[in-house]
């Protein structure tokens, strides 16, 4: 009879164990996601910086080409206004 209320009060103890099993399974899944994802994060924050520093300079390329676009315009201008000054002179 000792036996038998010893088997049976096992019973409950070994499942709990199994479930504590499985449950640092998930837990160790848990934190293995959790590195991947912070390591994920960090190199994509590397990423966002470095397309961030791009588009700054593709920003200051492109002021810097709108400025020569306007002188381009400027000089071209002047240099109508000569000619047409130069054909004046010559009638």
């Known amino acids: 009879m ?30 293995a996601e959790l590195t991947r994802t912070a390591e994920d994060n960090t190199r994509l924050s590397h990423e966002v910086d470095t397309l961030r520093a791009q588009l700054t300079a593709a920003e200051d ?18 240099v109508a206004d000569l000619l047409e000054q130069l054909e004046g002179l010559s009638l």
């Open 2 to 31: 000792v036996k038998s209320m010893s088997s049976v009060s096992l019973e409950p103890i070994e499942r709990l164990a199994e479930k504590v099993q499985s449950l640092i399974g998930v837990l160790e899944r848990t934190r």
């Open 61 to 78: 390329q492109n002021a810097l080409t709108q400025n020569l676009q306007t002188e381009r315009d400027q000089i071209r201008t002047r």
